[in-house]
């Protein structure tokens, strides 16, 4: 069964940075876009940031512009997440998700994904 697993999530202070990782246990499928999404307690799951590895395409959402990187490595079974300067308000459960959508495209949707990991959290202290 395919699967994706979260890591690198963390307690850390306001300013510091965190390196996410998200792996994919087998290339069964061809998911064209991985992201992540996170959910705070007590709020929906909002999108973070996507990459789309056959596109080289990235897209963000507006709260993490400017701080995050995502990426993603040749083979494309892996997907990283850098975080800086953290704010108390990044803390949420971080999770990674895969896209079999194909096509130059990174959806910011949740319902575009069709593989879902369990999440790692993050908790950012002031």
């Known amino acids: 069964q395919v699967q994706l697993v979260e890591s690198g999530g963390g307690l850390v202070q306001t300013g510091d940075s965190l390196r996410l990782s998200c792996g994919l246990s087998e290339r069964t499928y061809d998911f064209y876009t991985m992201a992540w999404f996170r959910q705070a307690p007590g709020k929906e799951r909002e999108f973070v940031a996507a990459?789309?590895?056959?596109?080289?395409?990235?897209r963000y959402a507006d709260s993490v512009k400017g701080r995050c990187t995502i990426s993603g490595d040749d083979t494309k079974t892996t997907l990283y997440l850098q975080v800086d300067s953290l704010k108390t308000e990044d803390t949420a459960v971080y999770l990674c998700?895969?896209?079999?959508?194909?096509?130059?495209?990174?959806?910011?949707?949740?319902?575009?994904?069709?593989?879902w990991g369990r999440g790692t959290q993050v908790t950012v202290s002031s």
């Open positions: 990459f789309n590895g056959f596109y080289d395409q990235t």
């Open positions: 998700a895969a896209s079999l959508v194909r096509g130059a495209t990174t959806p910011v949707e949740s319902t575009a994904y069709d593989l």
